[in-house]
């Protein structure tokens, strides 16, 4: 018994001093894309990416390293030739900035990594009082209309611009109606407006709302209603 203790003792040894080597990972190289979109989903164009990783040297400790590009007007961006674990970091002029940390792996080389930044405003409602307009000239009919908007990140009053596009069956803009800011408070702003027949034909319009804040964000809202022009 007191010799099989011995045998364990000596195997335990061996072990710690042969087989418990430093375990070394070999780093990973990959690409990182994606798209850039704001509160809304729609795509931010102009928008900087960057890419803050360590990366090997042929001799010696890794180096910090940078890599950034520019969404294009989809949104998309892609960076190439990164190492391991990377620090993304997303800026926009007139948006809020996000940043998050990823890391590839032998199985994720090339990862999809998709962000969203805040600071758009958001049509949260457009109402009309009618949607039939007479297209009699003696009747000088016209369509009331508010365009509420949601805008959390931005703090300055008046400056906002509001304008709802009617569009053909064909799908080309026949008008374009301009809404001026009736209310507002830090988070909500209320807009009104007036839509007249003018020179528009006799049929059916589709009706696109729009809003751009102070720092120039915007939301478009489609196909919020159809009017008719009779």
Not at 44 to 58: D, K, L, N
Not at 135 to 150: G, K, T, W, Y
Request: with cysteine; glycine share 6%; net charge negative.
């Amino acid at each position: 018994m007191k010799k099989r203790k011995i045998e364990l003792v000596l195997v335990a040894c061996l072990i710690l001093l042969f087989g418990c080597k430093k375990v070394t990972f070999l780093p990973i190289q990959g690409d990182v894309e994606g798209y850039i979109t704001d509160n809304n989903g729609q795509p931010v164009s102009g928008a900087t990416v960057s890419a803050t990783f360590e990366a090997p040297t042929q001799y010696g400790p890794a180096e910090d390293q940078n890599k950034s590009t520019t969404t294009d007007s989809d949104g998309y961006y892609h960076l190439k030739d990164l190492w391991d674990e990377i620090l993304l970091h997303v800026d926009h002029s007139s948006l809020e900035p996000a940043t998050t940390l990823i890391k590839l792996s032998g199985k994720e080389r090339f990862l999809q990594v998709d962000l969203a930044l805040n600071g758009s405003p958001t049509i949260s409602r457009v109402t009309f009082e009618k949607t039939i307009l007479s297209i009699d000239s003696l009747l000088q009919d016209s369509i009331l209309f508010e365009v509420e908007v949601e805008d959390s990140y931005n703090n300055q009053f008046g400056d906002y611009q509001c304008n709802l596009k009617l569009e053909d069956s064909a799908g080309n803009t026949r008008r374009i109606v301009s809404a001026t800011v009736k209310e507002q408070s830090l988070k909500r702003v209320l807009l009104a407006g007036v839509v007249t027949a003018g020179k528009l034909q006799a049929g059916s319009y589709l009706v696109n709302a729009e809003v751009i804040d102070p720092d120039g964000n915007s939301h478009l809202a489609p196909s919020v209603e159809i009017i008719s022009i009779e």
